[in-house]
């Protein structure tokens, strides 16, 4: 059996954060995605692997402690405080819908024999605030392929778990439970999205999705569906929480477009968190500052329309 984190190092709990990021060079090329994606305007080189160099990268606590994860509340400061009595261990995948081999699986089965690797990425959620993200995982299409879906899977859906007993948001049914949300096939099987299982180089806490989470870098975080347990293969676009429960001010795509405003606010800035409060917004970058890897994805779309 496998651990849950194997290849990557686990140094965040024992050396300072920067000896942790200084660690990265280890990791090695598999990590390319992120890396290069992150620093590449202008500012990569030897020494890019320093926080200093990299000031982008948010700290930990800012990251396990500003969440929406609204099974566990409607607070940026819930998701820490009430998971406590979250679960995640074992956990299991259900697959099905469009492919040849569907059924139950465990966690390590999920992950299979792929090591899992770091990728640096930009978060932006669509309350116009963002981060920088070391996220442990692999390509969602790893994992996909190996339940070879058929000619008919034109889309993914995915759903998180539903345990109200553990979760207090769902017992207050702030949202349509269980979450859920879904990708087109060629958006699933890009090389950026990423299945994650960790942060820092330990295991997600359980307000970042523990112990599996999706990451799309280029979508607004509400895509990026924490705690899976059902991921689905479908010939029609599957039901997702918020493009379906608010079609106004949420699409399907959820592509971050700076051109195209929420309707209760521009889309156009956003604020690093851990910037300081009084930091100046900056400017969004259309999909995330992904547009050379995934804008090919969209061509034909009508982006204002299709948002
Ligand atoms: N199951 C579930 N997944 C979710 C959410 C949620 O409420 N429930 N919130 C989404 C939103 S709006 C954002 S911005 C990100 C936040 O991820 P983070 O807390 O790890 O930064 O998770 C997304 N995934
Ligand atoms: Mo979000």
């Known amino acids: 059996m496998l651990i849950r984190q194997k290849p990557v190092i686990r140094s965040f709990q024992i050396t300072p954060e920067h000896n942790y990021l200084n660690r990265r060079d280890f990791i090695g090329s598999t990590a390319l995605a992120g890396t290069s994606l992150l620093f590449a305007p202008g500012c990569a080189g030897a020494d890019d692997k320093t926080p200093a160099a990299n000031p982008e990268v948010n700290s930990f606590e800012d990251i396990t402690r500003y969440n929406n994860f609204y099974e566990f509340g409607l607070d940026k400061e819930d998701p820490a405080k009430l998971s406590g009595a979250f679960n995640t261990s074992p956990w299991s995948v259900t697959i099905d819908g469009e492919a040849e081999i569907t059924g139950k699986f465990n966690f390590e089965d999920i992950i299979g024999p792929h090591a899992i690797e770091e990728r640096i990425y930009r978060f932006r959620c669509v309350e116009a605030w963002s981060m920088v993200v070391p996220w442990n995982g692999i390509s969602l299409s790893n994992v996909l392929q190996r339940f070879k879906p058929t000619s008919k899977a034109k889309f993914v859906a995915f759903e998180t778990v539903y345990r109200p007993a553990e979760m207090p948001g769902q017992r207050r049914g ?63 676009r599957p039901y997702t929480t918020w493009s379906d429960a608010m079609p106004a001010e949420y699409g399907f795509y959820a592509n971050v477009n700076p051109e195209v405003d929420h309707p209760r606010w521009s889309q156009a800035r956003e604020r690093r968190i851990g910037s300081g409060l009084f930091a100046k917004k900056q400017p969004t970058l259309m999909f995330n500052g992904y547009g050379d890897e995934v804008a090919s994805l969209y061509t034909g779309l009508d982006l204002t329309r299709h948002f």
């Open 174 to 236: 702030v949202l349509d439970f269980p979450y859920r949300e879904g990708l087109t096939i060629a958006e699933a099987m890009h090389p950026l999205t990423l299945l994650a299982t960790g942060l820092y180089g330990v295991d997600l806490p359980g307000q970042n999705g523990a112990p599996l989470r999706l990451i799309v870098p280029w979508k607004y975080g509400f895509k990026s569906i924490k705690s899976i347990v059902r991921i689905s293969f479908t010939e029609t």
